[in-house]
């Protein structure tokens, strides 16, 4: 769902594929459609819709998927809030 976006650029999904079996049960709940099935494993396909929801990671049977809830959203806040102290967040703390 390309017209859908939650926060750009900070979404903490992964797939091992190595671990998928290609059951589908992420694509079948995830509701903006972040996943799909490449050559019988999953595969993000746009990280920028996911809103983080936790479904795929549950409903796998073989914890191929992993994320943490609201991780993106935190690092867009800290980050926008650092830029805007002009703060150099490349550097160590």
């Known amino acids: 769902m390309k017209s859908f976006r939650y926060i750009e650029g900070v979404a903490s999904i992964t797939v091992d594929r190595q ?6 049960m992420c694509v079948n709940v995830c509701p903006h459609q972040v996943i799909q ?4 494993k999953a595969n993000v ?9 936790g479904a795929c990671a549950t409903n796998c ?11 993106g959203c935190a690092s867009l806040i800290i980050n926008r ?3 805007k ?9």
Not at 37 to 40: E, F, G, P, Q, R
């Open 37 to 40: 099935l490449h050559d019988k």
């Open 61 to 71: 049977p073989v914890e191929a998927i992993s994320l943490t809830p609201g991780v």
């Open 19 to 24: 671990k998928c079996v290609g059951c589908a």
């Open 81 to 83: 809030c650092l830029k």
């Open 45 to 53: 396909v746009d990280r920028d819709g996911c809103m983080e929801c």
């Open 85 to 93: 102290r002009n703060i150099n967040t490349t550097g160590c703390c």
